[in-house]
């Protein structure tokens, strides 16, 4: 290959230089997986990744990462989940993956029956909730020392509650599999099997610490920071789906719709919904990503993923394996510095047929982001945010 413009401003590698840099990501990337997985065979990049590609992405906000496979493509199937059940299946893979934790193993630390971890926290939550409804009952509250007690001692066992499932369940930088809910999803059908990670592959994801959760409005609706800009926003912004628009209606006292002399309903207030990549349908972001494609990948110098009749099939979210491995290594992703977040992020994962599968929602996932459930796509809802993924190979 000669040197010269690849027209995107750079220079393009020669043999020798592209050699080396296949060399640079594969030890790379043997490096910064076998804390997690342990040692893991990479396949090679692909030839177009060359280090003036990976530049050109990384300049977009974008960063190169091989997913290494962690299911057997004969072995690991959906029977094979279904004929031992998903608390095993999750356990095995945990024990082929010492490093990449279980939930199940890691309720244990904690002291937690893995089993019924979620029933006392709807436990203590009722019990909570109980003691204030007595409370509101009551026609003083504040002068009543008997109800005061009640719901210091509930507050309290909540605290401790919380305390002691603080720890490594909690902690995001302790790397572990999604978790048994998800296995259970896919033995009913719901979701898919994964057997895209029987495959290892090349990947390029945007490099987006998560937005996290900072405060509540007098309303109480979650208030969170936005998702950093990079060009690649700036691409997405321009396109149809995101400049769209959704129109609040103004109501009266009773919630009925407002209307004009011409009898039309009033517009309360315009919401954009990109709303710093919040609240975008599905179907608008894969539409996103489909427009900008083309030129996008004649920018970063990938001639070879243009032409698709489906650009959707390499350009497009995580599937929620994709994403709960890389994240594994990118703790960023799921919880940003010293903030919890409530964010939940999209993926391309089918469920039930008509919705995709989220990761990152409350209670586990807003401290370790590894639980799944559908979208919530309402109007002026900032809880679904989502990353790009181009796939390389």
Known sequence: METGDSGFGTKIDTPDQETAHSAELIAREQERWEPILGKVAISPPPDYLTSDVEKNLSDEGFDVFYIPPVLHPREDTVDSLRKIGPGNFSRELAQKYPNW????????????????????????????????????????PSLNEQGKKELTRALAQKRDHDHLSL?????????????????EAVARGDIPFPSEAAEGKWVAV???????????????????????????????NKTRGFSRVHEELL????????EDEEGKPIIAKEIPLRHNRFNIDPADINSGLREVSDKFFKDMDLPSLRGYDNPNEVIRPLTAMELNILASRNPDWINPGDNLTHVQELTSTPWRGYGKVVVGADGDAGKTGFVVGTPRMEPGSVKTGFRAAIILT
């Open 251 to 258: 109501t009266d006292e009773e919630g009925k719709e407002v």
């Open 167 to 183: 720890g490594q369940l909690y902690d995001p930088s302790i790397p572990r599999g999604l978790d048994r809910e998800f296995w």
């Open 206 to 236: 945007e490099r987006l610490p998560k937005a996290s959760t900072v405060i509540k409005d007098a309303d109480g609706e979650h208030e969170v920071e936005k998702y950093e800009d990079t060009p690649f926003t700036e691409r997405l």
């Open 101 to 140: 934790r279980s939930h199940e193993d890691l309720r244990m630390k904690e002291g937690l029956n893995p089993t019924a971890s979620q029933d006392s926290d709807r436990a203590v939550e009722r019990q909570l909730q109980v003691t204030k409804d007595l409370i509101d009952l009551l026609p003083d």
